[in-house]
């Protein structure tokens, strides 16, 4: 019996061993594209230099391109092509509309109906709900040119974009970008004017943060001020009232960037109506506790 048993065995043996050099691995799933994310897309938003996404010697040759904290500006005569900023919440004058370019999977390229008579804005929204604004102003009647621009600036933005280009801000020390505005928005001294029951909630960028009635946020300024100056908080500080709100700003050198200046804005809506001197007080309080504890350059 042993030699049959034997014999068996070895049969059987051959049998797996055949089997097995037969069986080939079940093939991968195949992993269709990602949707884009304006995370994917840009990175820490905090840093994001939007006039990288900007190709203006393709776009608009001979523009000059200036970034801010939350924006690029680049500037041509009477045009100015604006690309930024990020947001999050809902536009109604936003439509579809028939974008010419390629688009990334899960990103959708819309218009607004807004002020359409001078300017030709763009909204790039990705797969998160996030969307970055573009727009494209001047003084003439053509729509259609305004547009053309607006289109090829959104081509610049999502080529970048795809290929991983995005260019990175380097705040020096002292600037205002590394400033964290929710910081200075979290304290009783502003109770009075932003809502005792109110919380800090961080824009999108990292540099702006709204409290109840109050918004503030940081930047570089990119046009020059003539409005006249007083004194809140131990800086030179200008007020303006527009609509519902009453904005308060301060300015310092920015540094590392000769020629521009840094931007804190404090601004406070009237949610009764049209911002009057009770708004204004409370703008004014809200600059003389958060400006001096702004940095100096």
């Known amino acids: 019996m042993y030699p049959r048993l034997k014999a068996l065995a070895v049969a059987m043996l051959c049998a797996l061993l055949a089997a097995c050099a037969n069986t080939q691995a079940a093939p991968e799933p195949s992993s269709g594209p990602t949707p884009l994310t304006s995370s994917a897309a840009l990175g820490d938003f905090a840093t994001v230099d939007y006039c990288s996404l900007l190709d203006v010697p393709a776009v608009a040759p001979g523009a000059v391109a200036s970034p801010t904290f939350e924006t690029c500006q680049a500037r041509l005569g009477a045009r100015t092509i604006l690309v930024g900023p990020l947001a999050f919440d809902s536009d109604p004058n936003i439509r579809p509309y028939a974008y010419p370019g390629p688009v990334p999977d899960g990103v959708a390229v819309q218009q607004s109906m807004f002020n359409d008579r001078t300017a030709c804005t763009r909204a790039i929204t990705f797969?998160?709900?996030?969307?970055?604004?573009?727009?494209?102003?001047?003084?003439s009647d053509d729509q259609a040119a305004r547009c053309g621009v607006a289109d090829a600036a959104v081509g610049s933005v999502l080529g970048v974009v795809t290929a991983n280009k995005v260019g990175r801000l380097k705040f020096p020390e002292r600037s205002w970008g590394l400033v964290a505005p929710c910081a200075l928005l979290d304290t009783h001294d502003l109770d009075d004017a932003a809502g005792a029951d109110s919380r800090p909630a961080t824009g999108l960028s990292g540099h702006s943060c709204i409290r109840g009635k109050v918004s503030f946020k940081l930047t570089v300024e990119t046009d020059e001020d003539a409005r006249p100056a007083e004194t809140v908080g131990g800086r030179e500080a200008r007020l303006r009232t527009a609509g519902a709100f009453c904005?308060?700003?301060?300015?310092?050198?920015?540094?590392g960037l000769p020629g521009r200046r840094e931007l804190a804005e404090i601004s406070v809506v009237e949610t009764a109506g049209t911002a009057n001197d009770a708004t204004c007080a409370h703008a004014?309080?809200?600059?003389?506790s958060i400006f001096p504890r702004l940095p100096h350059a």
């Open 127 to 139: 797969a998160d709900g996030n969307r970055l604004d573009l727009s494209v102003s001047d003084t």
């Open 284 to 288: 004014r309080a809200a600059a003389a």
């Open 247 to 255: 904005l308060i700003d301060t300015t310092q050198p920015a540094p």
